[in-house]
């Protein structure tokens, strides 16, 4: 007993030496719960709000790592009962937006059908190209009304029932509830291409841009910090340039943000010649890291690819968020009224996410580290409560048309206002109201905008 307390005091002596810290107050951790230690001090020196993390003494070191980090975590940190920093797993840590996880093909919002919030059927928001949906004859805009001939209850795990592989039953109908057909569907690894959809329209001898952009990733491959989508956006820009646009409309609807490089890519090859070489977005951490502060610029290199925007109108929802409202915010100082939102608020996230790791240990840290602002000081620039439209005009729940249909209602909003007939604004009255509950796009949420590894 004697050479076990022995050996458990130097086994915490050593690791205090080697994580060079000289907090007295942790010499009592259990040496199995070392993890927690060094969540601590990690979120300790680089947690945003650092100075709101409880004393050694007022936390459980034996805690599950989860449940310790969450300990840790600022009431500032996220909102509307969720937190932005988080912990995961290195075996659960996929980013299945790089195409390395099975799907349908086919994003989703699940609305509750009853008044007791028992039930679910699901709005179909866009497939997938080259996927299972894409390869059956559903549409967007189509709901789901029952999986596997059973209606949709809200305990049941619609990732796993859905993704698992093995063929699926869907009952798909309209609006009202009324079933009108089932198909069969087993989930495949596709590629979810950020780039969904480029082209240009001619309205008027007026030549008008149209991205429909997904999400900030870089490529599929090396852990998806390769190049090959970017490559893909460049291509696409490069089109657009040869065109010699007009206007420009980024649809962002669906685009819960990613990382910092793509957002930079994106920003710069939108914004207008003068802007090149000027800041993009400022980086702010906490008062411990003042070293860190530091800007981007837009990037002068890829002049070859910048379109020179002059008028610009941005598609947004609720789920616009992080990267794709770093772009919106470093616009907005060089575009000022020419850069118009159309569509609903966005979610506010204005602040970035480091990923830590250890080799001793199985988590991921993904904890908020900074506030993220335009070229502008951050109290001139924060929008932690989202960008309100200029056009505020809600996805309709039926009738949809496909994404790039200039029939689809709030591209051909955009379209009208540009050929200057006004907004042609549907009547929200006559819509059965809904009640949204959650969406296939949470998996792809990222708590803040991704920052290279420190």
């Given at each position: 007993m ?14 205090s ?49 989860e ?27 996929t980013?299945?937006?790089h ?9 989703y919002?699940a609305?509750?059908t ?27 805009g ?94 696409a ?24 490089s ?9 914004a207008?010649?003068e ?32 379109i020179d ?68 000081p ?77």
């Amino acid at each position: 007993m004697k050479n076990y307390t022995f050996y458990s005091l130097l086994y915490i002596l050593l690791l205090s030496a080697i994580s060079c810290t000289d907090d007295k107050d942790k010499i009592g951790i259990d040496p199995d719960q070392s993890v927690n230690e060094w969540i601590y001090e990690t979120m300790e020196e680089n947690y945003l709000w650092n100075t709101e993390i409880p004393a050694t003494s007022q936390v459980n070191f034996s805690a599950d790592p989860e449940d310790f980090f969450i300990s840790l975590l600022s009431s500032n940190d996220g909102k509307e009962g969720y937190y932005y920093s988080t912990i995961k797993s290195k075996s659960s840590s996929t980013k299945s937006y790089h195409g390395d996880g099975l799907t349908l093909g086919f994003e989703y919002q699940a609305y509750y059908t009853d008044n007791q919030r028992t039930k679910i059927q699901l709005k179909i928001l866009y497939i997938l190209p080259n996927s299972p949906a894409a390869n059956s004859d559903l549409q967007r805009g189509e709901w789901v009304h029952t999986i596997n001939n059973q209606t949709i209850p809200t305990t049941m795990d619609i990732s796993s029932t859905l993704y698992s592989g093995t063929e699926v039953t869907l009952g798909i109908g309209d609006v009202e509830g009324e079933e009108l057909r089932s198909i069969k569907l087993t989930a495949q690894m596709v590629e979810d291409h950020p780039v969904f959809l480029d082209t240009i329209y001619s309205i008027q001898n007026r030549q008008i841009g149209y991205l429909v952009y997904n999400h900030f990733t870089s490529d599929p491959d090396n852990n998806g910090y390769g190049d090959g989508f970017d490559q893909d956006l460049k291509a696409a820009f490069a089109r657009f340039k040869n065109t010699n646009l007009n206007d420009f409309i980024l649809d962002l609807r669906y685009n819960n943000g990613g990382l910092v490089s793509c957002a930079q890519l994106l920003g710069t090859m939108l914004a207008p010649a003068e802007a090149l070489g000027d800041i993009f977005c400022q980086m702010i951490y906490n008062q411990d890291q003042q070293n860190k502060n530091s800007s981007l610029p837009f990037d002068q290199s890829l002049s070859g690819y910048n379109i020179d925007t002059k008028r610009l109108y941005v598609l947004t929802s609720s789920r616009t968020a992080s990267a794709s409202e770093v772009v919106i915010n470093g616009l907005k100082p060089f575009l000022g009224n020419n850069l118009t939102l159309v569509g609903t608020q966005t979610e506010g996230k204005n602040v970035g996410s480091v990923t830590y790791t250890d080799d001793r240990f199985e988590w991921e840290l993904y904890p908020i580290v900074c506030y993220i602002s335009n070229k502008n000081p951050l109290e001139e620039a924060d929008y932690s409560e989202g960008f309100s439209p200029d056009v505020p005009l809600s996805e309709p729940n039926s009738s949809l048309y496909e994404l790039g249909d200039t029939r689809e209602y709030m591209l051909a909003t955009v379209l009208n206002l540009l050929a200057g007939s006004g907004a042609n604004f549907r009547s929200e009255s006559i819509e059965k109201e809904l009640i949204p509950a959650y969406s296939s796009l949470d998996q792809k949420t990222n708590r803040g905008m991704l920052l290279p590894g420190q």
